[in-house]
C-alpha cells in the first residue's frame, strides 16, 4: 500500500541515526529520537487509518468495482497503526543493534502465521486468514515495542496517545460527513479532495494540540 512506503523509507533512515547516537553513548540522544519517529510514526498510522475507515467504501469502488474489497479496506484499516508501528519499531531496533532479535521475532511470526493458516483455514476459511494476520501482527508489534522500551528508554505519554487518537477520529469522521454532503460515490476527485481536506484538518488540529502543550 503507498501510505506504508513512507514508514519504509523512515524506518531505513532512522538506522544510521540511531546507530551513530549509540557508538557515541548518547542515550539522551537515542531517546529523543526513538521518541520523536514512534510519536511521528503513531500520528501518520491513526491518520491513514481514519481515511482508510472515512474512504475505504468509495476506495473499493473506484479501484476494484466491489463493495466487499472496500470492505477489507475499512477492516484491515484497523491494523494499520500496527503494522505501521511496527515497521518503524523493528528500524529502531536494527539501528540499536538488535538485528538479530528482529530476526528471531519474524522467524517466530512466520512460524506462527504458518501454523495457525493450517490450522484454522480450513475449517473458517477468509475469516481464519484474515484473523492471522491481525494475530501475528499484534504479536509482533508487542514484542518489538517492548524490546525498543527496553533498549531505548523509550516512553509515549497517555496524553499524547489520546490526542494523537483524538485527532484521527476527528479528521475521519469530518471526511466521512463531507463525502455524505457531497454525494461522493466513487467519484475519484471527490475521494482524493476530501482526504486532503482530512489530512489538513488533522494538522491544524495537531498544531493547535501542540501549541497549547507547548505554551503549558
Given at each position: 500500500?503507498?501510505?506504508?512506503?513512507?514508514?519504509?523509507?523512515?524506518?531505513?533512515?532512522?538506522?544510521?541515526?540511531?546507530?551513530?547516537?549509540?557508538?557515541?553513548?548518547?542515550?539522551?540522544?537515542?531517546?529523543?529520537?526513538?521518541?520523536?519517529?514512534?510519536?511521528?510514526?503513531?500520528?501518520?498510522?491513526?491518520l491513514c487509518a481514519a481515511l482508510f475507515l472515512a474512504l475505504g467504501g468509495g476506495?473499493?469502488?473506484?479501484?476494484?468495482?466491489?463493495?466487499?474489497?472496500?470492505?477489507?479496506?475499512?477492516?484491515?484499516?484497523?491494523?494499520?497503526?500496527?503494522?505501521?508501528?511496527?515497521?518503524?519499531?523493528?528500524?529502531?531496533?536494527?539501528?540499536?543493534?538488535?538485528?538479530?532479535?528482529?530476526?528471531?521475532?519474524?522467524?517466530?511470526?512466520?512460524?506462527?502465521?504458518?501454523?495457525?493458516?493450517?490450522?484454522?483455514?480450513?475449517?473458517?476459511?477468509?475469516?481464519?486468514?484474515?484473523?492471522?494476520i491481525c494475530f501475528t501482527e499484534i504479536f509482533n508489534f508487542i514484542l518489538s515495542?517492548?524490546?525498543?522500551?527496553?533498549?531505548?528508554?523509550?516512553?509515549?505519554?497517555?496524553?499524547?496517545?489520546?490526542?494523537?487518537?483524538?485527532?484521527?477520529?476527528?479528521?475521519?469522521?469530518?471526511?466521512?460527513?463531507?463525502?455524505?454532503?457531497?454525494?461522493?460515490?466513487?467519484?475519484?476527485?471527490?475521494?482524493?479532495?476530501?482526504?486532503?481536506?482530512?489530512?489538513?484538518?488533522?494538522?491544524?488540529?495537531?498544531?493547535?494540540?501542540?501549541?497549547?502543550?507547548?505554551?503549558?
Amino acid at each position: 500500500l503507498f501510505p506504508s512506503c513512507v514508514m519504509v523509507a523512515l524506518a531505513e533512515l532512522i538506522v544510521p541515526k540511531l546507530t551513530e547516537a549509540q557508538v557515541q553513548k548518547n542515550a539522551d540522544g537515542i531517546h529523543a529520537a526513538v521518541h520523536t519517529i514512534l510519536l511521528g510514526g503513531l500520528r501518520y498510522s491513526l491518520l491513514c487509518a481514519a481515511l482508510f475507515l472515512a474512504l475505504g467504501g468509495g476506495l473499493g469502488m473506484a479501484l476494484y468495482d466491489s463493495a466487499e474489497a472496500g470492505r477489507y479496506i475499512r477492516l484491515f484499516a484497523l491494523i494499520v497503526p500496527v503494522m505501521y508501528l511496527d515497521m518503524l519499531a523493528d528500524g529502531c531496533l536494527k539501528g540499536l543493534g538488535e538485528m538479530m532479535f528482529c530476526m528471531y521475532v519474524n522467524i517466530a511470526d512466520a512460524g506462527l502465521s504458518a501454523l495457525m493458516v493450517w490450522l484454522l483455514l480450513p475449517r473458517w476459511g477468509i475469516a481464519a486468514y484474515l484473523f492471522t494476520i491481525c494475530f501475528t501482527e499484534i504479536f509482533n508489534f508487542i514484542l518489538s515495542l517492548r524490546r525498543l522500551q527496553k533498549v531505548s528508554g523509550l516512553r509515549l505519554s497517555p496524553r499524547e496517545v489520546l490526542s494523537s487518537l483524538g485527532a484521527a477520529l476527528l479528521s475521519g469522521g469530518a471526511v466521512w460527513v463531507l463525502l455524505k454532503i457531497i454525494n461522493a460515490g466513487n467519484s475519484v476527485p471527490a475521494l482524493v479532495l476530501s482526504g486532503l481536506a482530512g489530512v489538513a484538518l488533522f494538522a491544524l488540529i495537531s498544531g493547535a494540540a501542540g501549541g497549547r502543550r507547548a505554551s503549558g
